[in-house]
């Protein structure tokens, strides 16, 4: 059975093997204080071309928008969200178990867009009875969204610019900013990130990691004793170095945006071959994550020899999706194509 069920299901990139090999029995500092980590907040800074932000190595997504949304908020503040979004659907509430609601709304091909937050957010204040309901401060959004779908830069540039006006917190989740740079339909630079966002994260969890994810804060309103705030949830790991020497191999030469951008072109392939059958796709996704839309008989057939997630159900046929991750081998994908036009 060949998995195509997400982009973790292997280890990682060998570069970062070889690196926790090379270093197995080196001393160092714990607590991230060590030098390959610093090392490795040098190299983001650098293609960010940003010295001026702060960056944080966490152990996984979820872990990471529960602490800088909960950091972030006051009691009384929610965040406002795609009703797709990753905190609203697969983080089994946790960022309600904080105290802060997720105020959803409905998406467009998984985005939402500044207007939408713009009218939620004058609608809550125009209620006479404003202060008894959650206070929107922050707008979340996922670069791809969970649906595969990129922010264009002027989609991302309104947002930023109403939550601005607003005085609203707007953060990203890069889970897969690697497959989202990589994409063909991608306009925003890299170095763009901390001036559309007051922070995101770098995923490295989905894209080529054992483990872990980089969260860049550029507003220094949410710097401030950040470090409490990852020790007090339990996330200050006592081998920090860990975190650290894996964005360091990640972020050496180019590491992190060649691989997903091998991912990318395998992708793109899978969704040609279901295009040229006259398989429908659902949604606009060009980057790592495809949606075809399935007959019974089509996803049986698939099934015996492909493993993939399914996504829901439309009238009576099936939205799955196909995922490539930096380890996929061009011999599956080849079988899987074969397969495809075999159907």
Not at 22 to 43: F, P
């Amino acid at each position: 059975m060949i998995l195509f069920n997400n982009d973790y299901e292997e280890g990682a990139d060998i570069s970062i093997i070889n690196k926790l090999i090379e270093t197995n029995l080196e001393q160092s500092e714990g607590y991230g204080l060590d030098s390959h980590t610093k090392r490795a907040k040098e190299l983001i800074k650098k293609e960010l071309k940003n010295n001026d932000v702060d960056i944080h190595f966490l152990s996984g997504g979820t872990e990471t928008n529960k602490i800088l949304i909960s950091s972030a908020l006051r009691p009384h503040q929610g965040v406002i969200a795609a009703d797709t979004g990753h905190i609203a659907v697969h983080e089994t509430g946790a960022i309600e178990s904080t105290g802060h609601k997720v105020l959803t709304l409905e998406n467009h091909d998984g985005k939402i867009n500044a207007i939408q937050i713009k009218e939620y957010v004058d609608n809550h204040y125009c209620n006479a009875s404003f202060e008894h309901t959650v206070q929107p401060k922050m707008v979340y959004i996922s670069q791809p969204t969970e649906s595969g779908t990129l922010y264009s830069k002027r989609e991302l540039e309104d947002i930023r610019s109403v939550t601005r006006e607003l005085g609203l917190y707007l953060y990203i989740d890069g889970a897969r900013l690697g497959y989202a740079m990589a994409s063909k339909l991608n306009d925003i630079e890299f170095s763009s990130y901390p001036h559309l966002s007051d922070a995101f994260y770098i995923g490295g969890t989905k894209c080529g990691a054992l483990f872990g994810e980089a969260l860049v804060i550029a507003n220094d309103d949410l710097k401030r004793d950040f470090r409490y705030m990852i020790k007090q949830n339990g996330a200050l790991l006592a081998k920090g170095r860990i975190l650290g020497l894996q964005f360091e191999a990640l972020f050496e030469n180019g590491n992190y945006f060649k691989i997903t951008k091998d991912a990318v072109i395998k992708a793109e392939r899978i969704r040609e071959a279901f295009q040229k059958k006259g398989i429908k796709m659902y949604g606009s996704s060009m980057t790592n994550q495809q949606f075809p839309i399935l007959t019974d008989e089509q996803k049986e057939k698939l099934g015996r020899n492909f493993s993939f997630e399914i996504w829901e159900k439309m009238d009576d046929k099936t939205i799955v999706r196909f995922c490539t991750s930096w380890a996929t081998k061009e011999e599956d994908i080849s079988l899987l194509i074969k397969e495809i036009e075999s159907l």
